[in-house]
């Protein structure tokens, strides 16, 4: 009887001489040499599901803010984080087996060490963003998902937070931690109804301007803005850069990385002076603020400044509430933060700070530790998680007065409008928006909450980037020996000055922060540092 698994890999066979590894955000490399990783993961993603007794997992095929050439694919657990790290090791393993016998050998390899019965039902649930090789390695991805017997459910074009969103859904439908309606309108209903009564009749003053990085989030936003008040009850939106009918635009000159990497507005950009603007990436899980002044200067309101914002005002709602001798709020950030914004947090809003390692799956972590745990990486990936405990505290608190009630219910639509499943831009942004609403503020006020550190970014291309070893968060290199001894030696040299140098997991390369009191300094830090690296 023929082999359906070796089948499968045999008519999408491995380029040779490719080592592919499931990075901080899955696979991703150039979309022409991932056929077999795409029907590999349909494959895993089979066996993850059956490993845990049917529940749906969920394959997002996309590369978030890489160029449109690129593609990738991520792996979703049932209530939307990220692939467990043991099931990355077998993923990684998998996408390097040789042969289609190697493939269907390996994948019952791993039915075995986990007990996983072949024959139980498996479901599998697939979105994607707008690329052009999407709906090749769609088909490359069912490919594999039939084979293993699997149920796929396409949902065709979604953002990656959508595609976690119906995840959660699927699997905690019919129980009561059911988290909505696993369809697009189920997704815009309920955030825009938390949205509704978050705002509890506040004003938003002036327009938001929402550049999509010609990616999925444009047409996913148009949509979305259906949902939400007419405009003079809510907020205006206007949609900019969101064509995704011309896929080669992706992420081009436009989206949050082009914001936040340039520090400057994408050149398409025609907004006025104190108008509110903001860029989400090609996937939309990243978010970023920013406007011109009067005098037409440039300022970022990055993720920095979407977790202090955040976290300042659900800090005034606890307290507001009668929660805060229950309720412990924190921030999470890594070695990336201004560390004025940190500063800020700790000296100003009286909190505490977590620092992790990269990518989202440790803040998530350090987070999930907190009553709430609000984290956000300086590029704009983030989201506030609320422990179980909290959510019982909080329905069941009792409010003393008529203010009490105000902030409870301000908090528990807040809650609602967070999407738990993870960092979603469209999210943040409606939770933004609730912030200043409630503050009064415009981006000026918002920015004068304290005033960042300049810094510098560099990209070192160095031989070796796995020589680079680090501790304390990414904070110091253990490896090569000798050099972080240097690095400090440059540190004291200037004013407020903090630096540091990690290898990429993303890019082969080494990249150097540097902050410091003056642009000058910082940039004289990094091009130091730099040069201790190469
Ligand atoms: C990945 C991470 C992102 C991180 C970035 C760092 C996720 C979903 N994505 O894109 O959070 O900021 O890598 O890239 O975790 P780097 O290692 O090249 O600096
Ligand atoms: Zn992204």
């Given at each position: 009887m023929a082999d359906p698994i070796a089948e499968v890999a045999k008519k999408h066979p491995a380029p040779e001489g490719i080592v592919y590894a499931y990075g901080t955000a899955g696979f991703r490399t150039k979309a022409e040499v991932l056929d077999s990783v795409m029907a590999r993961c349909g494959l895993i993603a089979a066996l993850r599901s059956r490993a845990l007794g049917g529940k749906s997992i969920g394959v997002m095929i996309t590369a978030s803010h890489n160029p449109p050439e690129d593609n990738g694919v991520k792996l979703v657990e049932p209530l939307g984080n990220m692939l467990a790290e043991e099931w990355e090791v077998l993923s990684t393993e998998m996408a390097n087996k040789a042969t289609p016998e190697d493939v269907s050998a390996f994948y019952r390899e791993i039915a075995e060490r986990f007990n996983i019965k072949l024959s139980t039902p498996a479901h599998v649930v697939i979105g994607r963003d707008t690329r052009a090789s999407g709906a090749r390695l769609l088909s490359c991805v069912l490919d594999g998902v039939k084979a293993a017997g699997a149920e796929p459910k396409d949902y065709g074009f979604l953002t990656t937070p959508q595609l976690h969103y119906m995840v959660r859904c699927l699997n905690t439908q019919d129980t009561s931690d059911a988290y909505g309606t696993p369809t697009e309108p189920g997704y815009y209903e309920k955030f825009s109804e938390a949205f509704k009564r978050a705002l509890g009749g506040k004003k938003i003053s002036g327009s938001l301007t929402v550049d999509c990085a010609n990616g999925v989030g444009g047409p996913k936003l148009t949509e979305l803005v259906k949902y939400l008040p007419p405009k003079d009850q809510g907020l205006e939106i206007f949609v900019v850069n969101d064509n995704v009918i011309k896929p080669e635009s992706l992420n081009v000159e436009c989206g949050a990385d082009f914001v936040k990497t340039?520090?400057?507005?994408?050149?398409s950009s025609k907004s006025g002076p104190n108008d509110r603007c903001c860029s989400l990436d090609g996937d939309a899980d990243r978010l970023v603020y920013y406007f011109k002044d009067s005098n037409n200067m440039f300022h970022l309101l990055d993720g920095d400044r979407i977790a202090t914002l955040v976290a300042s005002f659900l800090g005034d709602l606890v307290r507001h509430s009668g929660l805060s001798d229950i309720l412990k709020l924190g921030v999470v950030q890594t070695a990336y933060a201004n560390g004025a914004a940190t500063n800020y947090v700790e000296q100003n809003l009286k909190l505490t700070v977590d620092c992790t390692p990269t990518g989202v799956k440790h803040l998530h972590h350090a987070a999930a530790k907190l009553d709430i745990g609000v984290y956000f990486e300086a590029n704009g990936h983030g989201t506030v998680i609320f422990s179980a405990a909290t959510l019982e505290a909080i329905a069941k608190h009792e409010p003393r007065s008529p203010a009490q009630k105000e902030s409870l219910d301000v908090l528990k639509a807040c809650i609602d409008l967070i999407n738990q499943s993870v960092g979603d831009a469209l999210s943040d942004m409606l939770l933004v928006e609730v912030v200043l609403a409630h503050k009064n503020w415009g981006p000026q006020e918002w920015l004068a909450t304290y005033n960042d550190l300049p810094n510098r970014l560099l990209k070192v291309v160095v031989?070796?980037?796995?020589q680079f070893k680090t501790t304390d968060a990414e904070r110091k290199l253990v490896k090569p020996d000798g050099i972080q001894k240097q690095i400090d030696a440059e540190v004291q040299k200037v004013r407020q000055g903090r630096s540091f140098a990690r290898a990429s997991g993303t890019e082969d390369a080494v990249r150097v922060y540097a902050e410091a009191a003056t642009r000058a300094e910082a940039d004289d830090l990094a091009r130091k540092v730099a040069e201790i690296v190469k």
């Open positions: 340039n520090q400057r507005a994408p050149p031989s070796d980037r796995n």
